[in-house]
């Protein structure tokens, strides 16, 4: 059921800037998609379509042919997932879940490719998107090759607290929903080495120590002081 927040929402779009009416031309449908439920399933793929993040926290993660869970992102509102499937027209091949209650807003490939059709743009800016995901991976890569597992850890901190942290007079809050595991397979390491690395960082007042009855809060209460063990 659509609401005049997700009409105002997706056609104030940065994607969609100079398009009249979106909402209208793409028909998008609105999915509620409560705490730790799937948005979409790669073992029951959905033919090609697009997803806008409305509200809420998306974990987008990809099964290897060895059974290893790679995180492929974090996505908070305003990030669009299936851009791939919609380019090379196939069925969406990850799975994306939500870490919080969110709401996301679904176009199929066909209502963007009429729309596409009359806005040229559209499909460069969707080309752009699928070049800026690979060049995420290619940094990725780049960093599990020349960083250690401290750096990259340091780096997802970063991203996180700047993308999804709410600021106090601590600091940068990282959402709890953020696991160690999850941290883990993202910068390609173990929960234990995660664990160990964090409690370093607390000591060395990197991060501040969470009191006992929060003790899974990540406080990050100075950015600058991360980016500068990553520079030096």
């Known amino acids: ?37 799937m948005l979409c399933n ?3 793929p959905l033919e090609p379509r697009l997803f806008i993040v409305n509200s809420g926290i ?12 790679i ?4 996505r908070g509102q305003g990030d669009i997932l299936g851009e791939i499937s919609v380019v090379e027209n196939r069925p969406l091949d990850f799975t994306a879940m939500a870490l919080s209650s969110a709401v996301c807003l ?5 209502f963007f490719q009429a729309l596409a059709a009359r806005q040229p743009l559209l499909w460069n800016r969707l080309a752009q998107l699928v070049s800026k995901r690979f060049r995420q991976q ?8 020349n960083q250690t597992v401290r750096q990259r850890l340091i780096g997802l901190l970063l991203e996180l607290a700047r993308k999804f942290g709410v600021q106090d007079s601590r600091g940068y809050l990282i959402p709890k929903v953020f696991t160690q595991e999850m941290m883990s397979s993202c910068i390609w390491s173990s929960r234990e080495t995660v664990t160990l690395a964090l409690g370093e960082m607390k000591r060395e007042g990197l991060l501040t120590k969470n009191n006992k009855e929060d003790s899974r809060q990540i406080i990050v209460p100075d950015l600058n002081q991360l980016v500068a063990v990553i520079a030096g």
């Open 138 to 145: 290619e940094k990725m890569l780049n960093d599990l090759i």
């Open 42 to 44: 790669e073992t029951r």
């Open 1 to 37: 059921m659509q609401s005049n927040e997700s009409v105002e929402f997706f056609n104030s779009h940065p994607f969609f800037r100079e398009v009249v009416n979106p909402w209208q031309r793409c028909q998008p449908s609105v999915i509620s998609v409560g705490r730790k439920k």
């Open 106 to 110: 679904g176009i199929e490939r066909h």
């Open 58 to 69: 998306i974990i987008e993660q990809k099964v290897t042919a060895k059974g290893k869970t």
């Open 71 to 74: 995180v492929r992102g974090f």
